[in-house]
């Protein structure tokens, strides 16, 4: 079969972008610490406030035994629940996160918290913040006309300065 060098040419270029793409999107996922969601978990939507996780009492941040950080929120239109958080640094803190009605998303920029919030379904995330300071967690799935409101604020504070509800 014969093929012509420049068809020869373009397809290695091709190629080579195309891999080389891949190996930028690798190079950032390893770096960042980017992983893909891998809980499972489905529940009821429209009836967070009758479960004994995502009821108003029992949301926000909690300190397990182990000194790690849980913190339960649910996300509606058009806003996180709680929408002010206090976190420690440098430990880890699992995310867990219900819409209580459609598709919305949370992102911290500058960190690797980001996660779509399916309904339907608990979104979990785990992560370490090092760096103290003012963060904002935004919605970044377009859920209706207050979608560009819908943010909350997370603080990291040194975890000797930490204490729950603080
Ligand atoms: Cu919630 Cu966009």
Redesign the pocket.
Known sequence: MHIDPAEKRWAILTLVVAFSMMGVLAGYAINDNINPPSNVETIDSTRLHLTREFNEDNLGVHQQKDGSIRVVMV?A??GFFPNHLVVPADTPVTFRIASADVL??VHTPNTNMNTMVVPGYVSEVTTTFPHPGDYSML?N???GLG?DF?WSRLKVVPADQFKVGG
């Open positions: 996300a239109r058009y919305h998303g919605c799935e377009y859920c979608h819908m």
